[in-house]
């Protein structure tokens, strides 16, 4: 049974930070792409990060210089660290793996974790 576990939100002042996580199970997670999604409130789905099977990593512009996404393979785990938190990036985060094979495309969704920032 494939399960992603976020875990790491909370409430955080403006200029704060946290480290989300995200633990996986039920697939070969090395071999798939791991990203971090968000929904802000009243807004649609925004990729925030992704970090490819080879670790190469790609952030939203939103959060460029601010957010570092990284892997554990031999965890089975990705983390988001957040840094310099702004008001905006308050958001249900949800951990994301896709995988593009011959015999289909695989992707599995956690169920997400809140971050505020507020003051």
């Known amino acids: 049974q494939v399960q992603l576990v976020e875990s790491g939100g909370g409430l955080v002042q403006p200029g704060g930070s946290l480290r989300l996580s995200c633990a996986a199970s039920?697939?070969?997670?090395?071999?798939?792409?791991m990203n971090w999604v968000s929904r802000a409130p009243g807004k649609g789905l925004e990729l925030v990060a992704t970090?490819?099977?080879?670790?190469?990593?790609n952030y939203a512009d939103s959060v460029k210089g601010r957010f570092t996404i990284s892997r554990d393979n031999a965890k089975n785990t990705v983390y988001l660290q957040m840094n310099s938190l702004k008001p905006e990036d308050t958001a249900v985060y949800y951990c994301y793996a896709a995988s593009i094979q011959w015999s289909g495309v695989y992707d599995y969704w956690g169920q997400g974790t809140q971050v505020t920032v507020s003051s």
């Open positions: 039920g697939f070969t997670f090395s071999t798939y792409w």
């Open positions: 970090i490819t099977s080879d670790s190469t990593t």
